[in-house]
């Protein structure tokens, strides 16, 4: 993450926008269900249409607002991971030819390819799954909270013990993710490394009929990166079955309630 901070700072302006963009876009959101709430009511007290209108308008002019942050927090997210990406590659380039024969030995032509190639696209994409899913979860969290205790401070301590079950679940699948997510990178290190020996010494494996072996030896690469890939998204499938389990618990102790009380 301090790396990432430190190929970001140059465009700290950029960021300073998405946020802004973001927090808006969160609070345009949670502004139209209470727009629609208001408008039942209205409708149920038999208010006039011009209220009712009014209370329309003031959806559809929310709703213009928040698809407009979204759009352009979304191409500036884009924007902003593009350039971090591009900025991180120059230095990689910039580093590389600076290392010895030997340092470059040491770290192997496919650490170095992979480091380059697929840790950098991997961090752009990271960044912009981060802008787009992530951080907007902290404004609406705030807000939604905000909101629900306006309504009915009972009711919304629920959600508020329901978050703080999931956030201790999330940090401790993370927690044991984490080194598999470390052993992934060994392992597409040798992936590479296989399969740089397989396409540089074909005609040596032909000729001495390797040919099975070196199958068999790509074959146990494969399958190793992918029993270790499949622990890993198996421990966050977990976590998404619990926020849901959360979300439609908190949603039936609401309606139990409401229809109680």
Not at 16 to 39: G, N, R
Not at 104 to 129: E, H, K, P, W, Y
Not at 177 to 195: E, F, G, N, S
Request: proline share 2%.
């Amino acid at each position: 993450m301090r790396l990432v901070l430190r190929f970001a700072r140059p465009y700290w302006w950029l960021a300073a926008i998405i946020v802004a963009l973001s927090f808006v876009e969160s609070v345009a959101t949670l502004l139209i269900p209470t727009f629609l709430a208001d408008l039942i009511d209205e409708g149920a007290t038999t208010a006039t249409f011009q209220a009712m209108a009014n209370t329309c308008v003031k959806m559809v002019v929310v709703a213009v607002i928040a698809s407009s942050c979204a759009i352009t927090g979304g191409w500036l997210a884009a924007v902003f991971s593009s350039r971090i990406a591009k900025t991180m590659r120059d230095a990689l380039y910039s580093k590389s030819l600076d290392l010895s024969m030997f340092d470059f030995r040491s770290f192997g032509i496919a650490s170095m390819t992979t480091r380059t190639l697929n840790d950098v696209n991997i961090i752009q994409v990271m960044v912009t799954n981060f802008i787009i899913m992530m951080m907007p979860v902290p404004f609406i969290f705030g807000i939604a909270l905000f909101l629900a205790f306006q309504l009915n401070v009972s009711l919304a301590w629920w959600p508020v013990g329901f978050i703080i079950v999931i956030v201790i679940v999330g940090a401790c699948i993370l927690r044991s993710a984490t080194p598999l997510y470390r052993k992934l990178q060994r392992m597409l290190d040798r992936i590479d490394t296989v399969l740089l020996e397989n396409m540089t010494g074909v005609r040596v494996i032909r000729a001495f009929g390797k040919e099975r072996y070196e199958q068999q030896r790509m074959d146990g690469t494969f399958r190793d990166y992918a029993n270790t890939a499949i622990r890993a998204n198996r421990l966050f499938a977990n976590l998404d079955g619990i926020s849901y389990c959360a979300s439609a618990g908190t949603k039936r102790l609401h309606y139990a309630v409401s229809i109680c009380g």
